[in-house]
């Protein structure tokens, strides 16, 4: 394997990930934003930004944390949004796992929903590509994405309440997530699991610390793990 | 919210997103798992995100809760375009158009 061909995936990768930037902007200013306006110094932002290096739960906790919420539902809410991550890990390993130790620790810290999405979507695509062109594609999907999240916090504490309302950067994380769950309704599974999610979420609105969110994810998981498995009976019978 | 409050959650929520990413990848390499726990694992992301963001969508912090025509217009292109396009780009793109034109239109934010 050249190294010139390394080389190549991982621009192609990078190409790949780019537009992601649209996404990654808005939604790391918002979070500078929002944590400075909770009372964070920007030294506390911006290490949640580059240590917890996730959007939806830094969102999520800092939400609970606002809330006074005791320590241990700050943490299991926000690591149980985060545990659609094991999913990607789990499959990441299909792909990367005879990867060497420290390349692997690295992937695991860089990786998001973007570059997980994009990356496998690759794989998937073209399933005779060596292992180096893997880790190489995967790199160059991430470098435009992981690392513009820490400096997209940081322009979001410097500029502040400077950013007008009308770009309503707070509705960056809902599009962000609808863009993402969308491509995944691939079966009857998926859909079902996704609707249970909707509806008990909403349901336990009401009950304190966003527990309705972690009562409506286990749930909806077991219904779609139910339901696949159901389908195969059908399938088979 | 105290220092303290603030650094511990840092840290904890740090070292635990980082070892349910590390997880798979680095623990189990090559090998295969189970397959019980591969059926849940496949549908933890269709169960956490749209949980996650229909009260956002339904009732935006920024209208105070109220339902908002611009946002849930928004929410309803980004997601159409997403599931007949499998584009996420192009979801986000009209999503956000929608989300602006609809705010410009509305003359509300």
């Known amino acids: ?237 | 919210m105290t220092a303290t409050y603030i650094w511990a959650i840092i840290i904890v929520l740090g070292v635990g997103t980082y070892l349910i990413r590390f997880s798979f990848l680095g623990l189990i390499g090559g090998k295969d798992l189970p397959e019980w726990v591969l059926r849940h694992l496949r549908y933890t992301a269709v169960a956490v995100l749209p949980g996650l963001v229909a009260p956002l969508v339904l009732w935006p912090a920024a209208t105070g809760g109220e339902v908002d025509p611009a946002r849930l217009s928004a929410a309803l292109v980004t997601f159409g375009v997403g599931l007949l396009t499998r584009n996420v780009v192009a979801a986000i793109t009209l999503g956000g158009a929608t989300l602006f034109g609809m705010v410009w239109l509305t003359g509300a934010y």
């Open chain 1, 1 to 237: 394997m050249s190294r010139a061909t390394q080389k190549s995936y991982y621009w192609i990768g990078f190409r790949t990930g780019l537009p992601f930037l649209l996404v990654v902007m808005p939604f790391g200013m918002l979070f500078g934003v929002v944590a400075t306006d909770a009372g964070f110094t920007s030294v506390q932002t911006m290490a949640f930004s580059s240590v917890v290096f996730a959007g939806a739960a830094q969102f999520t906790a800092l939400q609970l944390m606002a809330e006074d919420a005791p320590f241990l539902i700050v943490v299991a809410t926000a690591l149980a949004v985060n545990l659609r991550m094991a999913m990607y890990s789990a499959s990441l390993a299909m792909w990367l796992g005879r990867a060497p130790l420290w390349k692997r620790a690295l992937i695991a810290y860089v990786n998001v929903d973007q570059s997980y999405a994009v990356s496998m979507n690759r794989f998937e695509d073209v399933p005779d590509l060596s292992l180096s062109q893997r880790i190489a594609f995967f790199f160059g999907a991430v470098t435009p994405v992981s690392p513009m999240w820490v400096v997209a916090t940081g322009l979001g504490i410097w500029l502040g309440d400077t950013i007008p309302d009308w770009m309503a950067l707070d509705f960056a994380v809902p599009i962000c997530f609808l863009a993402i769950i969308a491509p995944m309704m691939r079966t009857l599974a998926h859909m079902v699991s996704a609707v249970v999610s909707i509806i008990l979420a909403l349901v336990f609105s009401g009950l304190p610390y966003n527990l309705g969110l972690l009562v409506a994810a286990a749930v909806a998981m077991i219904v779609g793990a139910q339901i696949e498995l159901w389908m195969h009976r059908r399938a088979q019978a």
